[in-house]
T-cell receptor
Framework: DGGITQSPKYLFRKEGQNVTLSCEQN?????MYWYRQDPGQGLRLIYY???????QKGDIAEGYSVSREKKESFPLTVTSAQKNPTAFYLC??????????FGPGTRLTVL | GENVEQHPSTLSVQEGDSAVIKCTYS??????FPWYKQELGKGPQLIID?????GEKKDQRIAVTLNKTAKHFSLHITETQPEDSAVYFC???????????????FGTGTKLQVIP
């Protein structure tokens, strides 16, 4: 069954902690993306990667980091430098230009 | 950069009626316009898309129209059903012709409620 998976579904973070969100795809897509979604707002781009071992900052990269060591995987780390991390995080992938396909999301809450 | 405005933010319709959601974009170079449906607690799912060389596209009860001159595009859902209730996002995509990174700008979403 092909698709994009994200884990965990729910994640709780204490102040000062770093947490890592997982994103895996078996669609053989080259490009992968991380978005943040807040209530009443559109999706905002955090980081994207067009190819293995390469990634670029999006519009709101501060306080986040990523890696792209494998084509299938694009984990996102929310660092303690991100002061307001509570949000719904969405990972997406695309074969090339145009359509992005989204995973089910991870809801991160700061305790 | 690109700016996408989406209206209305909420929309309630009776089951069986039509629903229309409108988006405008600012960059005339945008060339691809997908629409996504997001159910509560889930990721957005692509429902229909349109390219800049096409004026209208239809898929069963869903249609999208694009007016490049006015820089707006709309989603039309006919014969609405309760399972159509969700948040709908429009997006405008801007990218180089060589297929490099495609910058996608999303609208702020429309919460559609279909009343049985």
């Amino acid at each position: 069954d092909g698709g994009i998976t994200q884990s965990p579904k729910y994640l709780f973070r204490k102040e000062g902690q770093n947490v890592t969100l997982s994103c895996e795809q078996n669609l053989n897509h080259d490009a992968m993306y991380w978005y943040r979604q807040d209530p009443g707002q559109g999706l905002r781009l955090i980081y994207y990667s067009q190819i293995v071992n390469d990634f670029q900052k999006g519009d709101i990269a501060e306080g986040y980091s990523v890696s792209r060591e494998k084509k299938e995987s694009f984990p996102l780390t929310v660092t303690s430098a991100q002061k307001n991390p509570t949000a719904f995080y969405l990972c997406a992938s695309a074969k090339g230009p145009d359509t992005q396909y989204f995973g089910p999301g991870t809801r991160l809450t700061v305790l | 950069g690109e700016n996408v405005e989406q209206h209305p933010s909420t929309l309630s319709v009776q089951e069986g009626d039509s629903a229309v959601i409108k988006c405008t974009y600012s960059d005339s170079a945008s060339n691809y316009f997908p629409w996504y449906k997001q159910e509560l607690g889930k990721g957005p799912q692509l429902i229909i898309d349109i390219r800049s060389n096409v004026g209208e596209k239809k898929d069963q009860r869903i249609a999208v129209t694009l007016n490049k001159t006015a820089k707006h595009f709309s989603l039309h859902i006919t014969e609405t059903q309760p399972e159509d209730s969700a948040v709908y996002f429009c997006a405008a995509t801007l990218g180089p012709p060589d297929g490099g990174y495609q910058k996608v700008t999303f609208g702020t979403g429309t919460k559609l409620q279909v009343i049985p």
